[in-house]
């Protein structure tokens, strides 16, 4: 089995700045392509970006593309979420998972699950 931790979630100002960890332990951690999704309140869950097992594969949202990034460091066994000029809609709760696909957008892929973090932007 492969566990999932997420941390760095907090209260930002539109226009600020975050970064998310999710730290892996278990599996091999560097087999697996890892996703973040978010899910705000009333709302399905939804893929946000991904990266591939090597890093050389990234996958994004639309709504995310020039403000968030992704990264990761396999012999930290760690994935990175880097956000930038965040806006109100970019609230949730942030959830780091791991599949043994590609980095794509569709949740069922993934296998692996965080317990997720709390993402809050001001007006």
């Known amino acids: 089995q492969l566990q999932l931790l997420e941390s760095g979630g907090g209260l930002v100002q539109a226009g600020g700045s975050l970064r998310l960890s999710c730290a892996a332990s278990?599996?091999?951690?560097?087999?697996?392509?890892m996703g973040w999704f978010r899910q705000a309140p009333g709302k399905e869950r939804e893929f946000v970006i991904a990266?591939?097992?090597?890093?050389?594969?990234?996958r994004y949202a639309a709504s995310v593309r020039g403000r968030f990034t992704i990264s990761r460091d396999n012999a930290k066994n760690t994935v990175l979420l880097q956000m930038n000029s965040l806006k109100p809609e970019d609230t949730a709760v942030y959830y780091c998972?791991?599949?043994?696909?590609?980095?794509?957008?569709?949740?069922?892929?993934?296998?692996?699950w965080g317990p997720g973090t709390q993402v809050t932007v001001s007006s």
């Open positions: 998972a791991a599949t043994g696909s590609g980095p794509g957008p569709n949740q069922y892929e993934y296998d692996y």
């Open positions: 278990g599996r091999t951690f560097s087999s697996y392509a």
């Open positions: 990266i591939s097992w090597s890093g050389g594969t990234i």
